[in-house]
């Protein structure tokens, strides 16, 4: 099915443990973006990537590493997951710059206890 | 720095007309978006404006001035399913992204 899927949908990990969030898109968009939410905060930026071997920091990087080795995944890794990055992630794509309606993927929420 | 700015909860009954509203300073621009997302899903694209004047479509309608800083999404007619959390998002940031507002949920008393 085309589109963009995530996964794990749902996460509870340990405090200290490596996490690798998964995002899978079918479109061969060129854009690629994974997102946090949290209540009081709205939707930031932890990584993008405009190509495959291309990524490049958003707002709220640090813990966080990605890689795009394919155009259709883009997988984010916890290296050392603590509690404040608790939250839920949201994977999304484009075919272009700014100006293109992003699709966004499910959702995975972890938990870190 | 980039700020966007929308109410973070509103009330509205069934059948009414209700007006959002959204205020931005980005650093960049490349169109103002509004994503609706209901409780425990995805967002999901409703309106697209990247220059002035009003956008409709169907019951929704969205309206930009870009040289005030300032959007507008309208719901008309409102239903039950509307209750939901409306994004208002600046498209254009320096790495190409979607610059999202903290979101304002609506919800539809009958």
């Known amino acids: 099915d085309a589109g963009i899927t995530q996964s794990p949908r749902y996460k509870i990990t340990e405090t200290g443990r490596q996490v690798t969030l998964m995002c899978h898109q079918t479109?061969?968009?060129?854009?690629m973006f994974w997102y946090r939410q949290d209540l009081g905060h709205g939707l930031r930026l932890i990584y993008y990537?405009?190509?495959?071997?291309?990524?490049d920091k958003g707002e709220v990087p640090d813990g966080y590493v990605v890689s795009r080795s394919k155009t259709e995944n883009f997988p984010l890794t916890l290296e050392s997951a603590t509690r404040s990055q608790t939250s839920v992630y949201f994977c999304?794509?484009?075919?272009?710059?700014?100006?293109?309606?992003?699709?966004f993927g499910q959702g995975t929420r972890l938990t870190v206890v | 720095g980039q700020n966007i700015d929308q109410p973070t909860e509103m009330t509205a009954t069934e059948g009414a007309i209700v007006q959002i509203n959204c205020t931005y300073q980005?650093?960049?621009?490349?169109?103002l978006f509004w994503y609706q997302q209901h409780a425990g899903e995805a967002p999901t694209f409703l309106s697209y404006?990247?220059?002035?004047g009003l956008e409709e479509k169907g019951r929704f309608s969205s309206f930009l001035s870009r040289s005030k800083g300032y959007s507008y999404l309208l719901l008309k007619e409102l239903q039950m399913k509307d209750s939901a959390s409306y994004l208002c998002?600046?498209?254009?940031?320096?790495?190409?992204?979607?610059?999202f507002g903290k979101g304002t949920k609506l919800s539809v008393k009958p």
């Open positions: 998002a600046v498209g254009g940031g320096s790495q190409g992204n979607l610059i």
């Open positions: 404006n990247v220059l002035d």
């Open positions: 479109w061969s968009h060129s854009y």
């Open positions: 980005t650093s960049g621009f490349n169109g």
């Open positions: 999304a794509s484009t075919s272009g710059q700014g100006g293109s309606e992003a699709f």
């Open positions: 990537s405009a190509a495959a071997d291309i990524t």
